[in-house]
């Protein structure tokens, strides 16, 4: 958040992709959301700039 920029996780599993969504699911202008396909899933941390997604 600090810099403003988006940041791609490692390749997790789907319990510690869940995890850190859950961490930060209340967190203002921090989105989540995960990209690519089994096993390399990925989450990604995102900026979102006063958009705060239920």
């Given at each position: 958040m600090r810099y403003?920029?988006?940041v791609t996780l490692e390749p997790?599993?789907?319990y510690e992709r869940h995890?850190?969504?859950t961490a930060l699911q209340?967190?203002?202008d921090?989105?989540?959301y995960?990209?690519?396909t089994e096993p390399n899933r990925r989450t990604v941390v995102a900026y979102s700039r006063g958009e705060h997604r239920s």
């Open positions: 403003r920029r988006n997790m599993n789907a995890v850190i969504h209340d967190t203002p921090v989105t989540t995960s990209i690519g």
